[in-house]
């Protein structure tokens, strides 16, 4: 298990030239904020960092023309910042069983599909997603991602530019999540985790890849994300994305 990608709801000025899309690109990573799928009701824009990314939303209507209805109804009630972090996964349907055998509601894993020109086209992407409820107190969710198979994801990394690869920026190496968690949140993610360190307030997953999740309870809702990066020029250099301050590491 390894990060994948953390799902964000953003005002639309981050994705339209100006200052918040200098800001990304000062903190070395190359981002075109125009570019990225969508339909009449929600608008994407991707920043990609080696096989992981920044995937920030706009919703356009009051119904979100198909994005994920959760997501849609937190947007229109204000929440913006990180609403989701997938987790990419080998095996999808043996972790769903796993976690169904601990008595921790996760949805199905199903296949995202999205419809374009009024219903009439719809485009079903290579990949199943399985979703945790939201936590009870903060408003996000972790998802869980399966590729169908390799060679559609060596596919889609061509499509994965441009890429913060281009200036030693490789990944993400540690993401902290502080908010309002309860003990039932941490409960619950005690059993879906297997590397897990326990301290008070605070729980530290090892993942994949020398990868560090971190979940602190605190007052405010902020993430902190700190890349993999072997430029020095850039070291320390950061930026905030809503809730989300991004550090080169």
């Given at each position: 298990?390894?990060?994948?990608?953390?799902?964000?709801?953003?005002?639309?000025?981050?994705?339209?030239?100006?200052?918040?899309?200098?800001?990304?690109?000062?903190?070395?990573?190359?981002?075109?904020?125009?570019?990225?799928?969508?339909?009449?009701?929600?608008?994407?824009?991707?920043?990609?960092?080696?096989?992981?990314?920044?995937?920030?939303?706009?919703i356009?209507?009051?119904?979100?023309?198909?994005?994920?209805?959760?997501?849609?109804?937190?947007?229109?009630?204000?929440?913006?910042?990180?609403?989701?972090?997938?987790?990419?996964?080998?095996?999808?349907?043996?972790?769903?069983?796993?976690?169904?055998?601990?008595?921790?509601?996760i949805?199905?894993?199903?296949?995202?599909?999205?419809?374009?020109?009024f219903?009439?086209?719809?485009?079903?992407?290579?990949?199943?997603?399985?979703?945790?409820?939201?936590?009870q107190?903060?408003?996000?969710?972790?998802?869980?991602?399966q590729?169908?198979?390799?060679k559609?994801?060596?596919?889609?990394?061509?499509?994965?530019?441009?890429?913060?690869?281009?200036?030693?920026?490789?990944?993400?190496?540690?993401?902290?999540?502080?908010?309002?968690?309860?003990?039932?949140?941490?409960?619950?993610?005690?059993?879906?985790?297997?590397d897990?360190?326990?301290?008070?307030?605070?729980?530290?997953?090892?993942?994949?890849?020398?990868?560090v999740?971190?979940?602190?309870?605190?007052?405010?809702?902020?993430?902190?994300v700190?890349?993999?990066?072997?430029?020095?020029?850039?070291?320390?250099?950061?930026?905030?994305?809503?809730?989300?301050?991004i550090?080169?590491?």
């Open positions: 298990m390894k990060f994948d990608h953390l799902v964000l709801n953003v005002d639309k000025n981050y994705q339209m030239e100006g200052q918040f899309a200098q800001s990304i690109r000062e903190a070395g990573l190359p981002y075109k904020p125009k570019k990225g799928k969508g339909t009449k009701g929600f608008k994407a824009s991707n920043i990609w960092i080696g096989q992981e990314y920044f995937e920030m939303i706009s356009k209507n009051q119904d979100g023309g198909g994005w994920k209805k959760e997501w849609v109804e937190a947007y229109n009630n204000g929440e913006r910042g990180l609403i989701c972090l997938m987790l990419d996964v080998k095996d999808l349907n043996q972790l769903v069983q796993k976690i169904q055998s601990k008595k921790i509601p949805s199905q894993p199903e296949s995202i599909k999205i419809e374009f020109f219903k009439l086209i719809s485009k079903t992407m290579p990949w199943s997603n399985s979703y945790l409820d939201f936590f107190n903060v408003p996000m969710q972790i998802g869980f991602q590729m169908n198979n390799e559609t994801r060596l596919k889609l990394e061509k499509y994965m530019v441009p890429n913060s690869t281009e200036n030693n920026i490789t990944g993400i190496r540690r993401i902290q999540i502080s908010g309002q968690f309860t003990k039932v949140d941490f409960e619950m993610l005690m059993l879906v985790f297997d897990i360190l326990v301290e008070e307030g605070r729980l530290t997953i090892h993942l994949e890849h020398s990868q999740l971190v979940f602190e309870q605190a007052t405010e809702f902020n993430i902190q700190v890349l993999k990066s072997e430029q020095s020029n850039l070291q320390n250099k950061d930026c905030w994305i809503e809730n989300t301050h550090i080169n590491g």
